[in-house]
């Protein structure tokens, strides 16, 4: 059974930066696009950005292009999103979700075409 876990979450000011991971296990880390998605109160869940299997495309949606950054490190099985100039819009739980059908250079950005998901993170934007 896949698990992933989201960390990296808390409380930080407007301006600030945080970086949240996704840790998967057991897995093949390689066969799963991996996508970071958020969702506020009374709001749907947004795709916020993905990584392809191969790592090779990163996918971002137009609220957070430029400020936000997905990496992934094989050797450890985790993706990471790196959030900076972090704004009170940001506040969400954030969740990680792996897509086990993506071809290899292939980022979604819809939740539903993924299979596995993470028990979310709070961010929370407040001054």
């Known amino acids: 059974q896949l698990q992933l876990v989201e960390s990296g979450g808390g409380l930080v000011q407007p301006g600030g930066s945080l970086r949240l991971s996704c840790a998967a296990s057991?897995?093949?880390?390689?066969?799963?696009?991996i996508g970071w998605f958020r969702q506020a109160p009374g709001k749907e869940r947004e795709g916020i950005s993905a990584?392809?299997?191969?790592?090779?495309?990163?996918n971002y949606a137009d609220s957070v292009k430029g400020r936000f950054a997905i990496s992934r490190d094989s050797a450890k099985n985790t993706v990471y999103l790196q959030m900076n100039s972090l704004n009170p819009e940001d506040t969400a739980v954030y969740y990680c979700?792996?897509?086990?059908?993506?071809?290899?250079?292939?980022?979604?950005?819809?939740?539903?075409?993924?299979?596995?998901w993470g028990q979310g993170t709070q961010v929370t934007v407040s001054s």
């Open positions: 979700a792996a897509d086990y059908s993506a071809p290899s250079n292939i980022a979604p950005l819809v939740p539903s075409e993924y299979d596995y």
């Open positions: 057991p897995f093949n880390f390689h066969a799963y696009a």
């Open positions: 990584i392809s299997p191969n790592g090779g495309t990163a």
